[in-house]
């Protein structure tokens, strides 16, 4: 398990680290030797980042995924219960009178 969280985490860094500018200094390499034109380029640079995009929301999700379902079987509270709870004890707090410590 945690090594598929460690190659997830390695992938979703390499998407984020391939930025625009790297992909348009590689299309543009190829357009300057005349493999694409300028049009084809342009196009290429639009897609391939929006697949790049596309690629590193999905890997989020399925990171996000992967924490919440070991949180659920590992029995651990995620953040967001911890607050509702807070918020519950804080209800509780103002509605029941205060308990009375035994001397």
Known sequence: MLEILRKTLLIGAGLASLTRE????????????????????????DDLFKRSMEMKKDMEARMEKIVEDTLTRWNIPTRKEILELRERVERLEKTSPPVQGKD
């Open 22 to 45: 790297k992909m348009e200094s590689a299309i543009n390499d190829l357009v300057r030797r005349g493999e694409l034109t300028e049009k084809e380029g342009r196009e290429l640079v």
